[in-house]
Each structure stands twice: as C-alpha cells, then as structure tokens.
Nanobody, 117 residues
Framework: QVQLVESGGGLAKPGGSLRLSCTTT????????MAWYRQAPGKEREFVAS???????IYVDAAKGRFTISRDNAKNIVYLQMDNLKPEDSAVYFC???????????WGKGTLVTVST
C-alpha cells in the first residue's frame, strides 16, 4: 500500500506559477501509474494529468501547454508544474496512484491552489 502527501499549493496571481509535489511512501513509485486531479468548490473531481510507469503523459485540454507532470522514481515524488495560472485553475489538487496489475488505487488528501489577484 502506498501513502500520498501533496504539497506546494497556495495563493498565486493570474499568470503566475506553482509546483505541486506528491510524496509517496510505503511502496516503490515504479509500481504505480500516477495522476493529478482537481476539485473546485461545488464541482466534481476532474482529471488533470497522468504519467505512466513508462513516462507516457496525458493532459486534460485545459492543462496542455501550461502544466507539466513529471516523476522522480528515485525520490518517490511526482510533480505538477503549473505555469500561466488562471483563476479557473483554483481548486483542491489531489494526487492519485494506480497500482499496476491490480484494482488498487490511492488518493492523497489534497492541496489547495487559489489563483486570484
């Protein structure tokens, strides 16, 4: 079983940047496909980006060209670099781990991102 802890959220101005981190413990990261989701107030949780164990990356259209997902298996950390932030990016961002060859998946508790002047 893996535990996930997100960090790096906070307040940013429109056009600014934040880097989110998802630190994992309890199992080696290369057993998991990793993803970031977000949930804005009053809305459903939505997919943002994912990175497979082989490094294949998928982004939601709203994130393309602005967000970059990466993983450091040696450090057991997954990152989400967010540039050119917009107010509509404001949400709680969650890290997700999907364990290979099983039906197991795990969530962190989230980190709040607020984009405002």
């Amino acid at each position: 079983q893996v535990q996930l802890v997100e960090s790096g959220g906070g307040l940013a101005k429109p056009g600014g940047s934040l880097r989110l981190s998802c630190t994992t413990t309890g199992n080696t990261l290369n057993h998991y496909s990793m993803a970031w989701y977000r949930q804005a107030p009053g809305k459903e949780r939505e997919f943002v980006a994912s990175i497979s164990v082989t490094g294949a990356i998928i982004y939601v259209d709203a994130a393309k060209g602005r967000f970059t997902i990466s993983r450091d298996n040696a450090k057991n950390i997954v990152y989400l670099q967010m540039d050119n932030l917009k107010p509509e990016d404001s949400a709680v961002y969650f890290c997700n781990a999907d364990e290979l060859f099983t039906d197991n998946y795990y969530w962190g508790k989230g980190t709040l991102v607020t984009v405002s002047t």
